[in-house]
């Protein structure tokens, strides 16, 4: 969890209950994401997006600077969802079959009408 701006901001998220499961089978991610903010002139215009990554990708080179050479990545984006109003947000992400689904996780921020960030926190999809 990160609160750069210290805004009086709460937020949660929450995943499937059968996490066991989710990591072996599955093809959507369904989110919730919980957001609590003070009503200031920092907030003001807040909005959430939930950004779902991917770990552990493997590029191998073959031309270039990095040629021969393997590039490992992790937090890598496959969907940004937003903008939501801050609340309570449910989103379902569409996995695709060549995605890691073990190695899946969502971030949600909230941004203010600035484009400050005011609170991020990023969970993964499985333990």
């Not at 929450?14 to 919980?34: W, Y």
């Not at 957001?35 to 807040?46: D, E, K, N, Q, V």
């Not at 191998?60 to 890598?76: F, I, K, P, Q, S």
Request: hydrophobic content about 40%; some cysteine; charged content about 15%.
């Amino acid at each position: 969890k990160v609160n750069l701006n210290n805004q009086p901001l709460t937020m949660t998220t929450h995943h499937p209950s059968n996490l066991g499961q989710f990591c072996t089978q599955v093809s959507t991610l369904p989110t919730r994401t919980l957001s609590r903010l003070a009503a200031t002139p920092a907030t003001r215009g807040a909005q959430l997006y939930l950004a779902l990554y991917e770990n552990r990708l493997v590029s191998r080179v073959t031309a270039g600077e990095n040629a021969a050479r393997t590039l490992r990545h992790d937090y890598v984006v496959r969907t940004l969802a937003g903008p939501f109003q801050p609340g309570d947000t449910r989103h379902r992400f569409i996995l695709r079959p060549d995605w890691q689904a073990d190695q899946m996780g969502v971030a949600a921020f909230v941004v203010n009408a600035q484009g400050q960030t005011l609170q991020a926190l990023a969970r993964a999809g499985c333990p």
